[in-house]
């Protein structure tokens, strides 16, 4: 059974702390992305990597970065904490090159900065 | 850039009904594919269905189909028979090179 799994489903961290999201995948796939959910927003892609050391911003790239160094493991920074950084955190990944196949997802982390 | 667009924030439906969920998109490019996934509030991300562009034939599986429209540029779901267990949240998203553009999403609630 494919996995994806994220280090914690529910975080609390306090403004401007270093805060480090971990995702690992079993599956072989080229490419991660991490996502970021929030009401009436729907999945917004922060960054994503198609290969070890590899990555490219997504569409809210601000306030974090990414780390990518074994196939297997991509990790989210936030490298200063913010309140508005509080939100539900979605990791995936999926095959490259395949055209129909979809995104694995993690079960979540919930984010809060306090 | 691809766009997804699902208009309706809140649905909901009789236990046993039929439901149509909407989903518009938004490309210039020939080829592309359309996915639909599935968010109970446990949190976690489920994938439904399927539609390449290409595809001759509406997607289905089980209970879930897609009502493809590409001149419309659409691609609605539809849920057969609805159970109480597909109470959750159901997002559109669409194949942009190697990654996933999302919709909004739709929460639907299933009545008994």
């Known amino acids: 059974d494919v996995k994806v799994t994220q280090s914690s489903r529910y975080l609390v961290k306090r403004t401007g702390e270093k805060v480090f999201l971990e995702c690992v995948q079993d599956m072989d796939h080229e490419n991660m992305f991490w996502y970021r959910q929030d009401p009436g927003l729907g999945l917004r892609l922060i960054y994503f990597s198609y290969d070890v050391k590899m990555k490219e911003k997504g569409d809210i790239p601000e306030g974090y970065s990414v780390s990518r160094e074994k196939k297997e493991r991509f990790s989210l920074i936030l490298e200063s904490a913010s309140t508005n950084q509080t939100s539900m955190y979605l990791c995936?990944?999926?095959?490259?090159?395949?055209?129909?196949?979809?995104?694995?997802f993690g079960q979540g982390t919930r984010l809060t900065v306090v | 850039a691809q766009k997804i667009t699902q208009t309706q924030p809140g649905m909901f439906v009789q236990e046993k009904e039929a439901v149509t969920l909407d989903c518009t998109y938004d490309t210039s490019d020939q080829s592309y594919g359309l996915f639909w996934y599935k968010q109970p509030s446990s949190g976690e991300m489920i994938f439904l269905i399927y539609q390449g562009s290409y595809d001759e034939q509406n997607a289905t599986e089980g209970r879930y189909s897609l009502n493809f429209q590409k001149a419309r540029k659409s691609a609605n779901l539809v849920i057969s028979a609805s159970q109480l267990g597909d109470s959750a949240m159901y997002f559109c998203?669409?194949?942009?090179?190697?990654?996933?553009?999302f919709g909004a999403g739709t929460i639907l609630r299933v009545k008994s």
């Open positions: 995936a990944s999926r095959l490259q090159g395949s055209f129909n196949t979809e995104a694995f």
């Open positions: 998203a669409m194949r942009d090179r190697n990654k996933l553009v």
